[in-house]
């Protein structure tokens, strides 16, 4: 029993180390390999070289085909150049099985040494990202060691020979047993690695161990299938395309199994030697065999998903990929989309206001109301799809925009909930009453919202990109407004002094819709200040160097 469980603890180390190297890679190189996958799809050897190169470093393929899926998602590529990629990615994981399949015994505690003295003394930085790297490959060869030592009881034992002995030796069976572990495992490289150790330590027949190597590349396959399970049917082409691949693949290599057996007997003596280099180069004739039917294999997935007719629900969550939340700095863009889509509900909110005040439109008005619970379940979805991220994939980039995201959001949300009680003011002191304001008095709120317009357009562009100047720019419109809502707030008392019948009756209407409007717009250039705060151009109370640096505090907060 204690062997039983001496191996359980080190097939878990070994699939631990794999998640710390893959968090670790994504935090210190998450955008860059976006970007370089982005920059790969010009031709299908570019990107099937793109595809194993990042794989190689995340070593998870399931990670690659998230973050080139949504691409596909995001119509930023063709489902066929991102199947050259996942080629390369199969390609990439089964070259870092073939590293780790070699006696690194000795580099397991120069690892973990200078892993964890990195990440300690420096753990907020880069180097300290990278030392947390170092630590998930140290476990990783670890891991593979304590396996041998846990299995060599296992062989020993006469039950245990005897119950492999009389197991049927079925392919079939080997396959989806492969496959299973793997889904389990959440790892195709950990299985393959396990699987190698225990052919080489005699508890596993070569035949059984090359069945379970096609069941785990079947397996990663039907991970990221999984993963992608609650997504659009652009995004799920990819995997599935991939899967035709690794399924295809299977289908060919199972008749020619044992003559592969024979010629991996023939120029590799070592066990672990042969059931590694079978997984390479099954990879590696997958790549050869399909990369010239990516076109074929994408325009299959294309009809088997086609396409959802754009319907009515347009303004539930859009852009909140489950599966991207396996890939933080992915699930982040995910997120600030949404973001930026709750914000469009608002701008439509916002831009209505006009229409009712002009036209006493109830019926607007009444559908303007209901947006704003659009606006409240946009919030609630992205806040809660936030929380999924991982924090310690993040890098300090990442996390500061994450933050940035929360911040956004919440501002929208409460200038959703400001636009719906302004729009019931209207209908109670207004329209019901059949009350007009005056020329004067309508021209200020023409301006106003004219303002408040621009600058929450303004507002969107600095989340979405974050220049500084704009940011700057948005702060110091939150002072011209609080001078224009305390210039027409005077105007108004003045017209109530000269006895205009119009100003008298929505008197309180007009100073509460202006005061509303202000606070609007103070939202608005509240988003303006993560972005000053991280670039250092923010002082206590107001931007340095500015042209309004010279006013009251109270002017510029």
């Not at 006696?103 to 180097?127: E, K, M, N, Y």
Request: a neutral charge.
């Amino acid at each position: 029993m204690l062997h039983l469980l001496n191996l359980l603890a080190a097939i878990s180390l070994l699939v631990w180390g794999t998640h710390i190297v893959r968090t670790g890679v994504l935090r210190v190189f998450g955008e860059n390999l976006r970007q370089v996958l982005a920059k790969s799809f010009s031709n299908r050897l570019s990107a099937l070289i793109a595809g194993m190169g990042v794989t190689s470093i995340v070593q998870s393929s399931t990670a690659t085909c998230l973050i080139v899926a949504s691409f596909v998602g995001k119509g930023i590529v063709t489902t066929a150049a991102a199947l050259a990629v996942m080629l390369g990615a199969d390609v990439g994981s089964s070259l870092m099985a073939v590293v780790f399949s070699f006696d690194l015994s000795w580099l397991s505690p120069l690892l973990i040494f200078v892993g964890v003295v990195t990440f300690i003394t420096r753990q907020d930085t880069t180097a300290g990202r990278i030392g947390r790297v170092l630590i998930g490959l140290g476990l990783i060869t670890l891991a593979l060691h304590l396996i041998v030592e846990a299995t060599r009881p296992l062989t020993e034992s006469p039950a245990v020979r005897a119950l492999l002995v009389a197991l049927p030796s079925d392919v079939l069976l080997d396959i989806v047993v492969g496959a299973v572990l793997t889904v389990l495992a959440y790892s195709s490289l950990a299985i393959v690695l396990l699987t190698a150790t225990l052919a080489a330590s005699g508890i596993l027949p070569v035949d059984v161990a090359l069945g379970l190597v096609l069941g785990a590349n079947l397996g990663s396959g039907l991970l990221a299938i999984l993963a992608t399970s609650g997504a659009s049917p652009q995004v799920r082409r990819l995997p599935v395309g991939n899967f035709l691949f690794k399924a295809g693949g299977a289908l060919i290599a199972v008749p020619l199994l044992p003559e592969a057996r024979g010629l991996l007997q023939l120029y590799l003596p070592m066990v672990h030697e042969q059931v590694v280099a079978f997984h390479f180069g099954f990879n590696v004739a997958i790549a050869a065999i399909f990369i010239a039917l990516t076109s074929v294999v994408a325009r299959t997935a294309e009809k088997l998903l086609p396409a959802p007719r754009v319907g009515s629900g347009t303004e539930r969550p859009r852009h909140l990929d489950p599966s991207a939340l396996a890939t933080p700095s992915l699930a982040i863009s995910c997120a600030a989309r949404e973001a930026l889509h709750q914000a469009d509900v608002a701008e439509t909110m916002l831009r209505g206001i006009l229409p009712v005040i002009r036209n006493n439109d109830l019926a607007l008005a009444e559908q303007l109301r209901r947006m704003d619970d659009t606006v409240d379940e946009l919030y609630s979805a992205i806040k809660f799809y936030l929380t999924q991220i991982s924090r310690e994939s993040l890098s300090e980039r990442e996390s500061r925009r994450w933050t940035d995201i929360v911040s956004f959001t919440i501002n929208m949300e409460q200038i959703g909930d400001i636009i719906e009680r302004v729009l019931q003011d209207v209908e109670d002191k207004k329209i019901r009453k059949n009350r007009s304001f005056s020329d004067a008095g309508m021209a200020e709120i023409v301006t106003l919202h004219e303002r408040l317009m621009a600058n929450l357009r303004l507002g969107m562009s600095v989340f979405l990109d974050g220049h500084v100047r704009d940011a700057k720019k948005l702060l110091e419109e939150k002072a011209r407004f609080r001078d224009m809502e305390h210039e027409y707030a005077a105007s108004h008392i003045s017209r109530l002094r000269d006895n205009t019948a119009q100003s008298i009756e929505t008197s309180s209407l007009h100073l509460d819709l202006i005061s509303d409007l202000k606070r609007i717009n103070s939202h608005i250039c509240s988003i303006a200040y993560p972005i000053l705060e991280s670039a250092g151009a923010l002082s206590q109370t107001r931007i340095r160097q500015s042209r309004f640096a010279a006013l009251p505090p109270d002017v510029t907060e």
